[in-house]
């Protein structure tokens, strides 16, 4: 697999919370669908003319599992990646059926909610606007299905070209040297044959649809032509988009990450989603999630030639081995220019300064964070009760006000105000949070709060950018913005509505 294993490792401790999942079965084996979704972090949002149909299909969806499934930014990151989906039931699709669509996120660093709506008919996948999904990544009745989509054999080890031969796909002959080029430039060598033979023919059944593009490298596709069980594939250049067979995604193809963890011995099978578990690994009974790192920590750092211990608790540094007197001579070291080490040089790096921080405080900030972005704002709020830190930063020197996007900011800014953080705090490379949001081309309504709660949009960056110059060269293109982030802009820079 192209991408690190690592950043799998990643995603399957944190992005699905084992909290999540646990509220997602009680609910949908209750029979409760939209307390699943709300426990999945699942909006929904039927148009009033198919909610009755959208209902009914909906009976059946594991909002859990979707999200389990679903492509991520990867590259680092555990966020999902921004895509439209089509919930495809296993049932033939007509025009009049009612479908199930999932959006993600537009911002990767954003929240994580995703938006479950519906449709009628499959035109979003023919008219390429959506990605389809097949129903044993979201329905828990066909959830078993997944080991049998499946390649079993490890990924890697052969080149693209021989293992679509292996898995008994019809390659176009001639064309060795473009898989050859493929192979080089693209994440090719990331799609699971046996998968993507198997969703072609289970997709064409159902969708009436024989042929598939999946996009590679520059204007190169991989033309897919279901006949029969047969699946054929071979090379397309194309320049244009009009009349184009409908996308699959080498994010939905992908080798099994779940696979490749447990065959590692990164990932203990009982740690699985219980639906990929019973699948992959019958009869295995299941595990807690394998979270090493806590939110209270016990760290040592060498301080004045000697090893001292540093409490870390819900993002509060402890300095366990210095009394009030001891940062009394430290403040006065600091107030002439004298140059600040160990525990407080520590703590300072940790508060935004300029230092490097030991190995295991960053480890712990960075599942600490982890916890938040794919918690979402209950946990931000639990753990705020419980006493987090709320001036806590993150590795580029941003704070949670920063982060407001990820998280229901009409009730978490007000508390971080009150909480003495202040709106015009800046990041490492000088960005306030209304900066940030605005580049990111982030939520509306953030915007208007952060200029209603006093943000300051003229505070230069380390370029010397502010949020009211990157708005007034935005809306000079205003024809390209979303409606509501160009009222929002108008709002930040005093204009008329």
């Known amino acids: 697999m192209s991408h690190s294993l690592t950043d799998w490792e990643r995603v399957r401790r944190y992005a699905v919370p084992e909290r999540m999942i646990v509220a997602c079965t009680a609910a949908r084996e209750r029979g409760d669908w939209r307390a699943a979704c709300e426990a999945a972090r699942i909006d929904v949002d039927f148009e009033p003319s198919l909610a009755l149909e959208a209902e009914a299909v909906a009976r059946h969806f594991a909002p859990d599992l979707l999200r389990w499934h679903l492509p991520r930014a990867l590259n680092g990151r555990t966020t999902l990646d921004q895509a439209r989906y089509l919930l495809i039931p296993d049932a033939p699709v007509w025009r009049g059926s009612v479908l199930l669509t999932a959006e993600t996120p537009r911002d990767r660093e954003g929240h994580q909610r995703i938006r479950l709506s519906a449709v009628r008919g499959a035109a979003d996948v023919t008219g390429r606007t959506a990605i ?31 293992a679509f031969t292996e898995a008994g796909i019809e390659v176009a002959p001639g064309q060795e040297e473009t898989w050859s080029m493929a192979d080089e430039r693209s994440r090719l060598a990331e799609v ?96 807690p999630a394998d979270v090493t790192a806590g939110l209270d920590d016990l760290v040592r750092v060498r301080c004045g030639g000697v090893w001292h211990e540093i409490d870390v608790r819900l993002g509060q540094l402890g300095l366990l081995a210095h009394d009030p007197a001891d940062r009394q001579r430290e403040r006065a070291l600091r107030a002439f220019g004298g140059e600040v080490t160990g525990c407080f040089a520590v703590e300072q790096a940790w508060h935004g300064a300029p230092g490097r921080l030991p190995r295991r405080l960053r480890d712990y900030r960075a599942d600490l964070w982890q916890r938040l972005v794919h918690g979402g704002t209950q946990t931000l709020v639990d753990l705020l009760d419980a006493g987090l830190d709320p001036h806590l930063r993150e590795s580029n020197g941003g704070t949670l006000i920063h982060r407001l996007g990820g998280f229901d900011h009409r009730l978490l800014l007000p508390r971080l105000l009150a909480a003495g953080v202040d709106p015009d705090i800046r990041d490492k490379e000088g960005n306030t949070a209304l900066h940030r949001v605005i580049v990111q081309h982030g939520r509306a309504d953030l915007i208007v709060a952060l200029v209603d709660a006093g943000a300051d949009p003229n505070v230069p960056n380390r370029e010397g950018d502010t949020a009211s110059g990157y708005a007034e060269r935005s809306l000079r293109h205003s024809d390209r913005l979303r409606h509501d982030f160009r009222q929002a802009l108008r709002h930040l820079l005093g204009r008329p509505l």
């Open 132 to 162: 389809p999904v097949p129903a044993y990544l979201w329905d828990a009745r066909h959830s078993d299905r997944l080991a049998v989509a499946s390649g079993v054999r490890a990924a890697g080890g052969t080149s693209p070209l021989e």
């Open 192 to 287: 699971d044959p046996w998968r993507l033979a198997h969703d072609a023919r289970w997709l064409a059944a159902r969708l009436w649809e024989r042929t598939w593009l999946l996009w590679a490298v520059h204007n190169r596709f991989l033309k897919i032509v279901v006949d029969g069980d047969t699946v054929h594939v071979a090379w397309q250049m194309i320049f244009h988009e009009e009349g184009l067979p409908p996308p699959l995604r080498i994010g939905m193809l992908r080798w099994s990450a779940d696979r490749e963890l447990v065959r590692r011995g990164r990932l203990a099978p009982g740690s699985l989603h219980p639906l990929v578990r019973d699948a992959l690994f019958p009869g295995t009974p299941s595990a």
